[in-house]
C-alpha cells in the first residue's frame, strides 16, 4: 500500500512595498541633478524637481530631452528651461532608444536589484553608491549611442 502525501498551498507572502522614484539628468561627466522621492511623480512634483533642481544645473548650450508624458509636460517646466537658454525636446513614449538616460537607468536598476536594500535607509545609500558608479566615459557614450553629439564644452 503506496503512502498518499497531501500538500497544502503555501501561504503567498503579501509585501508592503514603497515605492520610490528616481530623478537624474544626464551629462557626458555623469548623472547630475538627482533626486528621490517618496512614491510616484506626479506633474507638480516634476515641475518642482525642474525648477528647484534641474534648472539650476543647466547652461545656456544645454539640450534637456524628456519622454513626452503629461507629467512632463505641466505649466513652467518649458518657460523654466528655456529660461536659462536650453533646449527643451520631448521624445514619444515609445522610443527609449533616442533617451540616453534609458541606458543608465538600466544600469543603476541593476545596481540596486544587486545591493538588494530591504530598507529605505539601505535603499538611499545603495542609490548614492549606484549614482558615483557612472563613469564621464559611459555616459558619454549612453549620449553618443542614442544619437546626439556627446560634446561636453567644458
Do not use: W
Not at 4 to 23: C, F
Not at 85 to 111: H, V, W
Not at 137 to 154: F, L, R, S, W
Amino acid at each position: 500500500m503506496g503512502s498518499t502525501r497531501r500538500t497544502l498551498p503555501a501561504p503567498r507572502l503579501r509585501g508592503h512595498y514603497k515605492t520610490t522614484t528616481v530623478t537624474a539628468a544626464l551629462r557626458t561627466s555623469g548623472l547630475v541633478a538627482t533626486a528621490l522621492f517618496d512614491g510616484a511623480t506626479n506633474g507638480a512634483r516634476f515641475g518642482a524637481y525642474v525648477t528647484d533642481t534641474l534648472v539650476p544645473v543647466l547652461k545656456p548650450s544645454d539640450t534637456v530631452i524628456l519622454v513626452n508624458l503629461q507629467s512632463h509636460k505641466v505649466i513652467g517646466v518649458r518657460e523654466a528651461i528655456e529660461a536659462v537658454g536650453a533646449r527643451l525636446l520631448y521624445l514619444l513614449a515609445c522610443s527609449p532608444d533616442f533617451n540616453p538616460i534609458e541606458q543608465a537607468f538600466s544600469k543603476l536598476k541593476a545596481l540596486l536589484r544587486a545591493a538588494a536594500a530591504r530598507t529605505i535607509p539601505d535603499l538611499r545609500a545603495a542609490i548614492a553608491r549606484a549614482f558615483a558608479a557612472f563613469t564621464p566615459v559611459e555616459c558619454h557614450n549612453y549620449i553618443a549611442a542614442a544619437g546626439y553629439d556627446a560634446y561636453d564644452p567644458t
